[in-house]
């Protein structure tokens, strides 16, 4: 296998080989129950949450530093206008307007760059809430965009070889990629919310001692 001399970043399969290490965004398969999502333009996600640095008196610099609250996940999505469904009905919802939402739908994306059907990373977005609806039309550009954006109680990712169990995924997707590097630190409990299983990693206990387990 060539690869880069400093990085590993691989050139090649092991039998020399050319190959395709980038993911493409056209690997991605969006979906809302079993229904898949067309003419999607774009879909963002992000996931955030606030760190609190730890001083003291006496001291110059932070001893410390910990969350002071649980992850939020958001994002936004634009989709072309088309088979005459408005975003909306295109992720299976029975309303068009925002204020008719009355209940959380999930999202499910599957990265299919693997030919191992095993290896599929299906990533969910659960609980997801429209926060706002745009559209714009225009007499320079008749091409109607549906903009929305969202937010999300929960996310997670699971590999499909190890299926799922309760509407959660049982193995992790987590596994050092093509080059398989081994993570330097993962344990149960980052595994159980990762997948799903739980909700967040930081009401488990040990966590003053868990560098020792590492």
């Known amino acids: 296998m060539s690869s880069a001399p400093n990085t590993g970043s691989t050139y090649t399969f092991p039998n020399g080989n050319n190959r395709t290490s980038t993911s493409l965004s056209t690997h991605m398969i969006l979906k809302v ?112 965009t549906d903009t929305a954006n969202w937010k999300a109680e929960q996310i997670l990712s699971f590999r499909a070889g190890g299926g799922q169990r309760g509407g959660v995924g049982v193995a992790s997707a987590a596994t050092g990629g093509e080059r398989l590097i081994v993570p330097m630190y993962q344990d149960d409990i980052m595994v159980a919310a990762d997948t799903g299983r739980r909700r967040g990693s930081l009401d488990a206990s040990g966590l003053i001692d868990l560098g020792l387990n590492f």
Do not use: C
């Open 33 to 144: 129950g079993t229904q898949a999502i067309g003419a999607i333009q774009s879909l963002s996600i992000s996931e955030g949450r606030a760190i609190s640095m730890i001083n003291e008196v006496g001291s110059d610099g932070s001893i410390d530093s910990t969350p002071t609250s649980s992850a939020t996940i958001s994002g936004s999505v634009s989709r072309i206008r088309y088979d005459r469904l408005r975003l909306t009905e295109a992720f299976s919802a029975g309303y068009l307007h925002l204020a008719a939402q009355r209940y959380p739908f999930d999202i499910e994306i599957q990265d299919i760059q693997k030919n191992d059907t095993d290896s599929v990373i299906i990533t969910i977005l659960k609980n997801v809430w429209f926060e706002s609806l745009s559209y714009t039309f225009d007499a320079n550009n008749w091409i109607i």
